[in-house]
């Protein structure tokens, strides 16, 4: 590696070290790392049209050492992702622009499709959340718990 591409790598460690994941919040979401010990990540910049692909080994991570670092607004995640990295490699353009995912004026009409609240009370078939109670929850999580 030179300068230039340790500083790039430099760079986007930063970023990801600070993305907190909430494991007890959310477990199913590491259904995968809990089974395969595997990850894959693609991030996506707006705008920019390559993306990053990170493909390697995980593990869910609950030390304080790993943790104190990673708080944002005053709270610890409670736990981490931490990614031994196999394959990393940029992806080209043709999907982004062909999609023209970045082009807000060519979106559809997402008032047409349900909202979050109407698919997730879909999803998880829970009697007591009927989609108000949902969009409430949601809300409240946005708002209080986004940190």
């Known amino acids: 590696m030179n300068a230039q591409t340790d500083n790039a790598v430099g760079r986007l460690c930063g970023l990801c070290r600070n993305i907190p994941v909430e494991v007890l919040r959310r477990v199913d979401s590491?259904?995968?790392i809990l089974e395969t010990g595997s990850v894959g990540l693609l991030f996506l910049i707006p705008g920019f049209g390559e993306t990053?692909?990170?493909?390697?080994?995980?593990?869910?991570?609950r030390d304080e050492a790993w943790l104190a670092p990673l708080a944002a607004h005053g709270k610890w995640p409670l736990g981490a992702l931490a990614v031994e990295v196999e394959e990393c490699y940029l992806q080209c353009a043709k999907a982004l622009l062909s999609s023209?995912?970045?082009?807000?004026?060519d979106w559809p009409n997402f008032k047409k499709?349900?909202?979050a609240a109407e698919m997730f009370t879909d999803q998880v078939r829970m009697p007591e959340?009927?989609?108000?109670?949902?969009?409430?929850?949601?809300?409240s999580a946005y708002k209080d718990r986004l940190f």
Not at 52 to 61: C, D, E, P, Q, S
Not at 129 to 139: A, C, I
């Open 113 to 115: 499709l349900p909202s």
């Open 100 to 105: 023209k995912l970045w082009k807000l004026g």
């Open 129 to 139: 959340f009927d989609v108000s109670k949902m969009q409430e929850s949601l809300d």
């Open 30 to 32: 590491f259904r995968n």
């Open 52 to 61: 990053l692909r990170v493909n390697g080994r995980a593990a869910i991570i």
